[in-house]
C-alpha cells in the first residue's frame, strides 16, 4: 500500500514514519520546511505545493485539486497527515474516504483544534495526550484508531507539554498506521 505523508514543519513524526519502513510513495509539503530535507535524506520524492495566501484571497478548493494531484500522481492509497497545518477541501476526503489519518496533540474528542495543548492546559486537565483517528469533512471529528495518555506535569508549559506529546505522538502514529493498513488488506 503507497502511502503519502503531508506535512508542514519539522518532519519530526514523517521521520518516525520512513524508521518504521512504512511504504511512503512521496511526502507533500505546504511550504519550505525541514520535512523536505527528511524526505530528501530517506530518498522518498517530496512536493512543494506551496501555499502563499492565508488572507480572504486563499481559494482553499484549488488548493485542495493541487494536492490531489500531486498524491494522484504517486498513486497514493492511503493518507498520513503528519502535521499538515492547511485545511483541505472536502474533495480531498472524498479522494481517499476512510483512507486519509490524521494525530492530533490531544485525547480527541477533547480539545479539538489547532491549540490542543494549550486548550488543555488552559482547561487544567491532569491528562492529556495524543490521538491518531481517521479525518472526516469535520475538523478532529473522525473515528479514533488510537490514543495514548500523557500525564500533565504541575510546572508544563505549552511547549514542556507539547515536546512530551510530540514524543508520545512519535511512536504511536507509525504504530497505528501499520495496524490501520494490516486491516485493511
Not at 152 to 178: C, F, G, N, W
Request: charged letters at 20%.
Amino acid at each position: 500500500m503507497r502511502i503519502g505523508v503531508l506535512a508542514s514543519g519539522t518532519g519530526t513524526n514523517l521521520e518516525a514514519i520512513l524508521e518504521a519502513d512504512l511504504p511512503v510513495a512521496v511526502v507533500i509539503v505546504d511550504r519550505p520546511c525541514r520535512a523536505l530535507q527528511v524526505a530528501h535524506d530517506a530518498r522518498v520524492a517530496s512536493v512543494l505545493v506551496e501555499r502563499t495566501s492565508f488572507g480572504s484571497s486563499f481559494d482553499r478548493l484549488a488548493y485542495t485539486h493541487e494536492v490531489i494531484d500531486a498524491l494522484e500522481a504517486a498513486d497514493v492509497e492511503l493518507v498520513a497527515m503528519a502535521g499538515f497545518m492547511t485545511i483541505l477541501d472536502k474533495p480531498f476526503i472524498d479522494r481517499w474516504p476512510g483512507r486519509v489519518l490524521n494525530t492530533h496533540p490531544s485525547l480527541l474528542p477533547a480539545f479539538p483544534g489547532a491549540h490542543g495543548v494549550r486548550d488543555a492546559l488552559e482547561a487544567g486537565v491532569k491528562v492529556t495526550g495524543c490521538t491518531v483517528h481517521i479525518a472526516t469533512a469535520e475538523l478532529d471529528a473522525g473515528p479514533i484508531v488510537a490514543q495514548t495518555a500523557v500525564d500533565v506535569l504541575p510546572d508544563d508549559t505549552v511547549e514542556s507539554l507539547h515536546e512530551r506529546i510530540k514524543a508520545a505522538e512519535r511512536a504511536l502514529y507509525p504504530a497505528a498506521i501499520q495496524r490501520f493498513m494490516e486491516g485493511l488488506e
